[in-house]
T-cell receptor, first 115, second 115 residues
Framework: AQTVTQSQPEMSVQEAETVTLSCTYD???????LFWYKQPPSRQMILVIR??????QNATENRFSVNFQKAAKSFSLKISDSQLGDAAMYFC????????????FGKGTKLSVKP | DTGVSQNPRHKITKRGQNVTFRCDPI?????LYWYRQTLGQGPEFLTY????????KSRLLSDRFSAERPKGSFSTLEIQRTEQGDSAMYLC?????????????FGPGTRLTVL
């Protein structure tokens, strides 16, 4: 069975600084996707960034980038130039690479941004 | 169409009562997922539909839970004889089925409190 582990229940960062959220996963599959989702307080979950397992290049979306280490089964999220609006729960998720499949989530990391 | 909608947003009920939640997916999305999120946890998969067919159910979906998507559009999730352990946020997500990558778009959730 696939598992996703986020070992940092809470993180804090100063506005304009950089923060890295950690995620490890376990799977025997070779074809899968990894995601980071953001869930602001009382608002719906939105996709921040995704990574295809077959791609060696790390995904980047504006201030968000990942460090994907396939052999180590590690998938960390780096947020650069942190903004107050980045404060939220961040969930790491795994999904099988086929056309069907539900997401398997970690327990989440609560990110606070200090002004 | 502004996204996935869920109703009601909040539901308080007494133990033993039945409750029903509704999810309206993004109109062209033929795949619909239900997840449950308890306090301090990431979302956990319950079930999903492709059009009107329910294709997969998690072992978390006990006999007291039933989900339908009669016309392949909106979906309902009913919980019979609610228990305090059913208190959670129930999330709905929808996606397309074109290609291998199908981003799941989440609704705001229905928060259930069982007294």
């Amino acid at each position: 069975a696939q598992t996703v582990t986020q070992s940092q229940p809470e993180m804090s960062v100063q506005e304009a600084e950089t923060v890295t959220l950690s995620c490890t996963y376990d799977t025997s599959e070779s074809d899968y996707y990894l995601f980071w989702y953001k869930q602001p307080p009382s608002r719906q979950m939105i996709l921040v960034i995704r990574q295809e397992a077959y791609k060696q290049q790390n995904a980047t979306e504006n201030r968000f980038s990942v460090n994907f280490q396939k052999a180590a089964k590690s998938f960390s999220l780096k947020i650069s130039d942190s903004q107050l609006g980045d404060a939220a729960m961040y969930f790491c998720a795994w999904r099988y690479g086929g056309s069907q499949g539900n997401l398997i989530f970690g327990k989440g990391t609560k990110l606070s941004v200090k002004p | 169409d502004t996204g996935v909608s869920q109703n009601p947003r909040h539901k308080i009920t007494k133990r033993g009562q039945n409750v029903t939640f509704r999810c309206d997916p993004i109109s062209e999305h033929n795949r619909l997922y239900w997840y449950r999120q308890t306090l301090g946890q990431g979302p956990e998969f319950l079930t999903y539909f492709q059009n009107e067919a329910q294709l997969e159910k998690s072992r978390l979906l006990s006999d007291r839970f039933s989900a339908e998507r009669p016309k392949g559009s909106f979906s309902t999730l009913e919980i019979q004889r609610t228990e305090q352990g059913d208190s959670a946020m129930y999330l709905c997500a929808s996606s397309l089925t074109q290609g291998n990558y199908n981003e799941q778009f989440f609704g705001p959730g229905t928060r259930l409190t069982v007294l």
